[in-house]
């Protein structure tokens, strides 16, 4: 009884401390998750506002350009997948990877080539163990991605888009990303960045009928205008993807931290309970053999007096 008690101490001590580095993970994400949010709400509005304008260009205007043009026949397309450096997040990762996967499968049944792009760590592992192929990869970022981390990725992306498919070029460029909806609700989406669909972006629009439209002036013309946006609009709506991805998995992993503690606390309970019934069978057990003793020794004393 002794070694078994010892035993039930011995995980309950590891299960508190195990506890307490939950928590504190939880308690750290909690406070990312703040700051993520905010980024999100600040960047939201600029890659809005700068989609708007290019749909402007495209609908005001018959010139023909990669950001709203669409090939008679595309053959390839880039995929731009976003995960994270880090686990301990649930399912947010393999979310993410399965919603690229069915893209691609998507467009490969579609007859297109696909060039996958990933961003994070753990996509980076899941293609390579699959030995899967990966045209570019980027990482050491994905917890608190900057503007500059968005220009690094969106280079190589336009410069596949600017390229003739013949030449390792691209028809299409879409991305995957986990979008943040709430605390306790983030979705992994996919979308076309390029060429944009003008059809989509216009019925969002009117779908605004209390919102007054912008009217724009194109200077020196409008090929030139797009040709000034394309990075900007890339590059942003890439930045905010990654924001929602960065503020997704920070809930995601106070999600399942705040899971693994309370389990741990349950864990503990049970412990307990546990060993405290086997010290009360040890104190049972240790007074049996008192009183076990006692009578026997009795039982002698009074065989000896007669």
Known sequence: ?????????????????????????????ASRVVKAQRKVAASTPYATELTR??????????????????????TRAAVLLLTSDRGLAGAF???????????????????????????????????????????????????????????????????????DTAEGGVDELHIVYTEFVSMMTQTAVDGRLLPLSLEEVAAEESAKKDEILPLYDFEPSAEDVLDALLPRYVESRIYNAMLQSAASKHAATRRAMKSAT????????????????????EITQEISEIVGGASALADATAGSDK
């Not at 304008?53 to 595309?74: D, I, K, R």
């Open 1 to 29: 009884m002794g070694a078994q008690l010892r035993v039930y101490k011995r995980r309950i001590k590891s299960v508190t401390a195990t506890k307490k580095i939950t928590k504190a993970m939880e308690m750290i994400a």
């Open 53 to 74: 304008a290019v749909t402007a260009v495209g609908t005001g205007s018959n010139t023909q350009h990669p950001l709203t043009t669409e090939a008679e026949s595309a």
């Open 93 to 163: 990762n393999s979310n993410a990877i399965k919603a690229a996967e069915q893209l691609t499968a998507r467009l490969v049944a579609e007859g297109k080539e696909v060039d996958t792009y990933i961003v994070g760590r753990r996509g980076v592992a899941h293609y390579n163990f699959r030995e899967r192929k990966i045209a570019e990869q980027w990482s050491g970022f994905t917890d608190q991605p900057e503007y500059a981390d968005a220009k690094a990725v969106a280079g190589p992306l336009i410069e596949a888009i600017e390229k």
């Open 262 to 281: 309370d389990n741990a606390g349950d864990l503990i309970n049970a412990l307990t309970r546990s060993a405290n019934a086997a010290r009360q069978a």
